[in-house]
T-cell receptor
């Protein structure tokens, strides 16, 4: 059974700091990974996806994938109060056609 | 580009009553998903459609849940009869391919169901 593990938090960081969110997965065949942000009472919104080992940067966000260790992380630089949300990682898994989501990590950025 | 549209946004019903949710995916998206999200949890897939065909409904509680996607566009998810444990947010999502690869899911705003 495909599983995704995330620390549910809450994770609190001061404004301007780097927030680091981690996710481990069980399916070694997984080829792609997605990070979604979900504000309270809102639906998940895609913010990053990564397919290959290494880092992918998009503005203040960096996704890091390590397939050998089966973890993917999301770094948020210069954290802002508006980044306060729950961050969900997800992956389709080899041969699977729907995303499996983690429980999400709640991030609070303190002004 | 218009996003995924869901209605209603909120629904409160008594247990044993029926309820239906409606979803209009992004234009051109052939794949449609219904997810359920319980409080403090990630979304869990209920059913996936490729055009009008339900290709993965293994997680759909078929004794009380049903879904349809006539003409391969809009979709309706129904619960009859509803139980207290059905209280959750029901999310509809769509994508342009069936693999989930290089075609991220786009979610609607969801329907928050409360069963009393």
């Amino acid at each position: 059974q495909k599983e995704v593990e995330q620390n549910s938090g809450p994770l609190s960081v001061p404004e301007g700091a780097i927030a680091s969110l981690n996710c481990t997965y069980s399916d070694r065949g997984s080829q792609s990974f997605f990070w979604y942000r979900q504000y309270s009472g809102k639906s998940p919104e895609l913010i990053m996806f990564i397919y290959s080992n290494g880092d992918k940067e998009d503005g203040r966000f960096t996704a890091q994938l390590n397939k050998a260790s089966q973890y993917v992380s999301l770094l948020i630089r210069d954290s802002q109060p508006s980044d306060s949300a729950t961050y969900l990682c997800a992956f389709p898994g080899a041969g699977s056609y729907q995303l499996t989501f983690g429980k999400g990590t709640k991030l609070s950025v303190i002004p | 580009e218009a996003g995924v549209v869901q209605s209603p946004r909120y629904k409160i019903i008594e247990k044993k009553q029926p309820v239906a949710f409606w979803c209009n995916p992004i234009s051109g998206h052939n794949t449609l998903y219904w997810y359920r999200q319980n409080l403090g949890q990630g979304p869990e897939l209920l059913i996936r459609y490729e055009n009008e065909e339900a290709v993965d409904d293994s997680q759909l509680p078929k004794d009380r849940f049903s879904a349809e996607r006539l003409k391969g566009v809009d979709s309706t998810l129904k619960i009859q009869p509803a139980e207290l444990g059905d209280s959750a947010v029901y999310l509809c999502a769509s994508s342009t391919t069936s693999t989930g690869r290089r075609s991220p899911l786009h979610f609607g705003n969801g329907t928050r169901l409360t069963v009393t």
